[in-house]
C-alpha cells in the first residue's frame, strides 16, 4: 500500500515539475517553447489526412450521407431597395399602375422576404455555432457520424483519451493556479500605496495570471499590428464570440474591465481584481441608469493614467462569423476608440458560447476539451468621430472596420434579438418605407399640378 501511495506522489511531483518548468514559468514572463506550435502543426496534419479520408470514403462507398451544404447562401437575395424590387414586380402587369398606387403585386414582395426569413434567416444562425466544411474529429461538431474506416475510427478513439485524459486535466490544473494567483496577487498589490510600483505591480500580476490561463486552453494567438495597440485613457472596442475574448486581449496587454458586479466565486475576483487596478463594476440597480454607467466610464477614460476600457458593444456573443450592431452608449463617452478584431479558426475547436443553450460550466467544459484555441487579434489604427457625425453614426463606422479586418459579416441587427423579439421600431420601419412609396408619393403627385399652376 506505501508503494502504490509513493508511487502516485513520485507522479504527482514530475507532473507538477514538468507544469511549472515547461508551462508556467515560460508563459508567466510571455516565452515560448515552441511547443504548441509544433502541437498545432501535428493537428493540422492529422485533420487534413481525416478530410481527405472522408472524402475518398464517400466516393468509394455513394451509399454514405453526404454532409449537409453550409446554411449560408441558401438564398440569392435581391440587394435592391424595397421601392426597386416592388418596380420589378409591377412591370410583369398587363395593366398600368399610377405611380403611388396600391398594388396587389405589392404583396409578393412580403411573402417573398417572409419565407427567405424561414428558409435562410441571417439573424438567429449568427447565435448558433459555425458550420465546419469538414469534421475536426470532435464528436460534438458531427452528430451524424458514420463509420468510413478502422483508421479514422482509431485516430478519434486517440483523439477522446488524449484530450480526456491528458489535456483536461492539465489545462484544469493551470486554470486553478492562474484564477488562484489571480486572487491572491491582486489582494496582496492592493494593500500597497497608490503609486507607480503599485500600478507596474498590479500589471505584472494581471499579465502573469491571463498567460497562464490562456496555456491552459492551448492558446496560440497571433496578434497583428502592436503599433495599435490601444493606450491609456483610451476604449478598447472588440467583436465578442467567448467570454474567452478578454483572456485573449489580456494576454497582450493591461486593461481595466467593465461589467456588473456579481456574487459568489465571480464576486471574490471581482473584488480582488479592483483592490490593485481600477477596474469599473457596476450594481445590477446602476446598469439600468444609462447616464450614471456614461458618467463612471466619462470620468475613468479623463484621467489619462487609467488603463484602457475594454468594452464589446455588441453586448452579446456572436457565433465567429459576424459582427452585430454596436450599443451606442460605448461611443458617447469621448476619447479615442482603438478598435479591434477577433477571429478564431474554427476547425480547432468552437469558441462560441451559446450562452442559450449551455452554461458557464458546461462551456468551458467544452473549451478545455477541444483541440485548441487558435485566434488571430487585429489592432486597427485608433478612431475619433468626425465632425458632424453622431454615436449611432460613429459606432457603425467602428463596426465596419472590425467586420472588414476580421473577414466577418457586417449586420445591422440588434444582438439583442438573441433572448428578445424584434423591437417594434423595425416593424414600424418597414411600414413607413411601404407607406411612403404609396401616400407619400400621391401626396407628391397631387401637388404637382399646384407647383406647375404656380410657377405660370
Known amino acids: 500500500m506505501h508503494c502504490v501511495v509513493d508511487y502516485i506522489v513520485e507522479i504527482g511531483a514530475v507532473w507538477f515539475s514538468v507544469m511549472i518548468g515547461l508551462i508556467m514559468i515560460p508563459a508567466m514572463f510571455g516565452l515560448s517553447l515552441g511547443v504548441t506550435s509544433v502541437y498545432i502543426q501535428i493537428l493540422v ?3 487534413e489526412w481525416a478530410t481527405l479520408r472522408i472524402q475518398r470514403g464517400h466516393r468509394d462507398r455513394p451509399t454514405l450521407p453526404v454532409p ?3 446554411p449560408n447562401g441558401l438564398i440569392q437575395r435581391e440587394g435592391g431597395s424595397m421601392e426597386q424590387e416592388m418596380g420589378e414586380l409591377r412591370r410583369y402587369r398587363t395593366q398600368s399602375i399610377s405611380r403611388g398606387e396600391f ?3 405589392d404583396s409578393f414582395y412580403f411573402y417573398r422576404k417572409g419565407l427567405e426569413s424561414i428558409v435562410d434567416d441571417q439573424v438567429t444562425q449568427r447565435f448558433s455555432s459555425e458550420e465546419l466544411v469538414s469534421w475536426n474529429l470532435l464528436t460534438r461538431t458531427n452528430h451524424n457520424f458514420h463509420y468510413i474506416s478502422l483508421r479514422l475510427t482509431v485516430i478519434w478513439g486517440l483523439g477522446v483519451i488524449i484530450r480526456y ?11 486553478i493556479i492562474g484564477i488562484s494567483w489571480l486572487v491572491i496577487g491582486t489582494t496582496l498589490v492592493g494593500f500597497l500605496p497608490n503609486r507607480r510600483v503599485k500600478n507596474w505591480l498590479s500589471e505584472l500580476v494581471h499579465l502573469m495570471c491571463y498567460r497562464i490561463c490562456a496555456r491552459g486552453l492551448s492558446a496560440t494567438i497571433q496578434y497583428h499590428n502592436k503599433n ?11 467583436n465578442h464570440t467567448s467570454p474567452i475574448d ?7 496587454g493591461c486593461y481595466a474591465m467593465v461589467g456588473q458586479s456579481h456574487s459568489g466565486l465571480m464576486g471574490v475576483i471581482q473584488r480582488s481584481m479592483v483592490r490593485s487596478c481600477p477596474h469599473v463594476w457596476f450594481e445590477r440597480s446602476e446598469m439600468r441608469d444609462r447616464h450614471a454607467v456614461t458618467s463612471r466610464l466619462r470620468a475613468h477614460v479623463a484621467a489619462k493614467c487609467n488603463l484602457p476600457i475594454l468594452i464589446f458593444p455588441e453586448g452579446t456573443c456572436i457565433n465567429n462569423t459576424s459582427v452585430m450592431m454596436f450599443k451606442k452608449g460605448s461611443f458617447e463617452i469621448g476619447g479615442t476608440i482603438y478598435p479591434v478584431a477577433i477571429k478564431y479558426d474554427p476547425r480547432f475547436g468552437d469558441a462560441f458560447w451559446n450562452s442559450a443553450k449551455y452554461n458557464m460550466v458546461s462551456y468551458l467544459l467544452r473549451m478545455m476539451t477541444s483541440w485548441a484555441i487558435v485566434v488571430n487579434v487585429w489592432y486597427l489604427p485608433p478612431m475619433t468621430r468626425q465632425e458632424g457625425e453622431d454615436a449611432t453614426k460613429f459606432a ?23 433572448r428578445d423579439k424584434v423591437k417594434e421600431e423595425f416593424k414600424e420601419h418597414q411600414q413607413k418605407m411601404y407607406s411612403s412609396m404609396v401616400v407619400g408619393k400621391k401626396a407628391r403627385n397631387s401637388q404637382e399640378p399646384h407647383t406647375e399652376s404656380s410657377k405660370s
Open 45 to 47: 496534419k492529422i485533420l
Open 68 to 70: 449537409a451544404p453550409l
Open 103 to 105: 398594388a396587389l403585386s
Open 165 to 175: 485524459c491528458v489535456l483536461f486535466p492539465l489545462r484544469i490544473t493551470l486554470a
Open 228 to 238: 495599435n495597440k490601444p493606450q491609456k485613457g483610451g476604449i478598447c472596442v472588440a
Open 246 to 252: 478578454i483572456v485573449i486581449l489580456a494576454n497582450d
Open 396 to 418: 457603425n463606422r467602428v463596426k465596419s472596420a472590425i467586420a472588414h479586418q476580421g473577414g466577418l459579416l457586417d449586420m445591422a441587427w440588434d444582438g439583442s434579438l438573441k
